[in-house]
């Protein structure tokens, strides 16, 4: 049975009733550190001192890490006030939508962002150059369209199964392995397809990590005083830290669509990735960067004197 009069029920976060209160009042805290921590960085980093591409790039994230909150923590929160949180057949189809669009996107993101630093410390006498505007932007707009493509095809698949049991999703929002745990049909061949489209997302970008982190690496130890090692290796850790949760959430998650994880375990690890990461990039971001932290003393400094 599939027709826009088709309703599917999510289950929230958890079953225990006793902890629907707490978890509102966390999440709403959740939420709004992560709108506010991410607006903030979008809008320190257009100040005229932070110019360079690495900070386009975290403009970008930022705006990535909002939606991609916002589209999962506010359905979360009508969950936890309402014993079954409906939502419709479209809605399910473009929450999960955004949700990969958004999702495989930041993958290919963090990947630009991985050649940035590459070129930025192998290459630093062209850096200007090889990463100009026009560059950037290309590299953004690419994990854009990348992103579109991945989601399309994903839910389409999903959506083209055929649903005739059970409409409750053990889950908090719309995701691809509780939707295909739903369907009354043989979802081999499909989660064949999305093991596929993982090591597409997630380990194809990952791999272009490496190597750019590889040739970082291999960069610093040639540098001659420890001192001015740790500097430019510093420039990579938020990088590293975010790379490191983000993937690996998200492949302990999609890479076995099926396994014998218990939904609570795959809970927690899409939380990580929807909720979680995006409210501490920007603590990441702003409190292991010194640039960024002298932007925002100075603006500090000038609001006192106003």
């Known amino acids: 049975m599939k027709n826009e009069n088709w309703k599917f029920v999510l289950s929230g ?110 290459n630093p006498l062209r850096y200007a150059i090889i990463m100009s505007r026009r560059a950037s932007l290309s590299l953004v707009l690419l994990s854009y369209c990348s992103g579109n493509v991945v989601s399309v095809v994903q839910t389409t698949w999903v959506f083209t199964l055929p649903f005739c049991g059970p409409n409750k999703i053990n889950y908090f929002f719309c995701d691809i392995p509780p939707l295909i745990m739903l369907s009354c049909t043989d979802t081999s061949l499909y989660e064949k397809q999305i093991v596929t489209a993982t090591v597409l997302v997630i380990f194809t970008p990952f791999c272009l990590i490496l190597v750019s982190y590889a040739c970082i690496v291999s960069t610093i130890l040639k540098i001659s005083s420890a001192e001015g090692r740790c500097k430019t290796f510093s420039t990579c850790s938020s990088h590293l830290i975010v790379v490191s949760l983000y993937y690996g959430s998200g492949t302990l998650i999609y890479l076995r669509p099926k396994s014998s994880n218990s939904q609570d375990t795959k809970k927690v690890l899409s939380l990580i990735y929807t909720a979680i990461i995006p409210m501490l990039n920007p603590l990441i971001y702003s409190l292991r960067n010194k640039e960024v932290k002298a932007v925002i003393i100075k603006i500090l400094a000038d609001l006192r004197k106003v």
């Open 13 to 122: 976060l958890s079953s225990h009733p006793e902890l629907q209160n707490l978890l509102f009042f966390t999440f709403c805290l959740i939420y709004t550190f992560t709108i506010t921590g991410n607006l903030l960085i979008f809008l320190i980093t257009l100040h005229p001192n932070l110019h360079m591409p690495m900070y386009f790039f975290l403009r970008v994230l930022s705006f990535l890490d909002i939606s991609t909150a916002s589209i999962v923590v506010p359905r979360m929160l009508v969950s936890f006030q309402e014993e079954d949180s409906k939502i419709s057949y479209v809605g399910c189809a473009s929450q999960l939508y955004f949700v990969i669009f958004l999702a495989a996107t930041e993958c290919y993101l963090l990947a630009a962002m991985a050649y940035d630093r590459y070129v930025a410390i192998c």
